[in-house]
């Protein structure tokens, strides 16, 4: 039986590493991008009926806090258990899965460790000055260079190679107010005892997901779990994730986020498809699936991206 399978984020930056001498099938994601403007304010459930009302204050509270826990710190490190499915011709939806370990130190530093269900391991790491992906099984890696911060490299991958990364939002500083420009309603699910620890349960909407949020009610209010609906795709798919192991502000060197290549590891080329950027786009999308090939893709500007086939 042939699977179709959507890669997951860290996996998609593959696509960076894998040439014409890889051998390839050309993806890429649909562009789509809500077109939500910012929220300055939001009315209290004293403003209008509670029915009526898109945002419940406990919800976007707790909401704010652990996005500005995350925006704020120096740095974090966190072990991800994902899963997301993947919805074949036939209708029927099949789950892959994958265990990241990412560690963040701002301003430019990035290194995520990443295995999927399938065995294949990858590394993807940042260092100011290129990206850098790394497949194991075959002992190869790519490179391209890009200069700036770890917000400067997320909106790179996202905007100009339009690679969409389902976590993306969580990496940079700016998550308290993209989260502003995409939420349409929040409510307050309850109060959920039977998680690793207890939790506040919320559920968001937007305008090209709906999603649930675990967040710890302790001191850190950092997500426990997290599910995605992607409700504008075919078949609705689903990206679920399970957040263990957070450390804020770890004292990290940059030689434990360097990337130094094994014995025999071979640097291969690649050519990367730029889109061209619309003027009115947001900040940073970074939530849709990548399912889909794009229209001509021979034709794009800066060669293609070519991911290998599963």
Do not use: C
């Amino acid at each position: 039986m042939t699977v179709a399978r959507w890669l997951s984020w860290s996996a998609l930056l593959l696509f960076l590493t894998v040439g014409p001498a890889a051998g390839a099938q050309e993806q890429a994601s649909q562009e789509q991008a809500s077109q939500e403007q910012p929220t300055d304010q939001y009315l209290s459930d004293d403003d209008q009926p509670a029915e009526d009302a898109p945002m419940d204050v406990e919800a976007l509270a707790a909401l704010h806090l652990m996005a500005d826990k995350l925006a704020q710190a120096q740095g974090f490190s966190v072990t991800i258990r994902a899963g997301f499915d993947v919805v074949q011709d036939t209708g029927q939806k099949i789950t892959f899965g994958e265990r990241r370990q990412v560690t963040l130190s701002r301003p430019d530093r990035l290194r995520i460790e990443a295995e999927e269900s399938d065995g294949k391991k990858t590394l993807v790491t940042y260092d100011g000055h290129a990206i850098t992906v790394f497949d194991r099984e075959d002992n190869v890696y790519g490179q391209v260079e890009k200069a700036g911060s770890v917000d400067d490299v997320i909106r790179y991958v996202v905007q100009d190679l339009d690679i969409r990364l389902p976590l993306a939002l969580l990496l940079v500083t700016t998550l308290p107010e993209e989260l502003d420009q995409r939420l349409e309603a929040i409510d307050y699910v309850e109060r959920d005892m039977l998680t690793t620890v207890p939790t506040d349960h919320l559920a968001g909407r937007g305008a090209d997901v709906d999603f649930e949020v675990w967040l710890d009610t302790g001191n850190t209010h950092l997500p426990q779990r997290l599910s995605i609906t992607y409700k504008n795709e075919e078949g609705a798919p689903q990206y679920r994730a399970e957040f263990s192991d957070w450390k804020l502000n770890p004292d990290l060197s940059q030689v434990d986020l360097a990337f130094i290549p094994p014995d025999g590891a071979q640097r291969i080329p690649f050519l990367v498809r730029v889109r061209r950027q619309p003027e009115d786009q947001p900040p940073i999308t970074g939530e849709a699936p990548a399912n889909q090939a794009p229209p001509n893709a021979a034709s794009s500007e800066s060669g293609s991206l070519e991911g290998a086939s599963k």
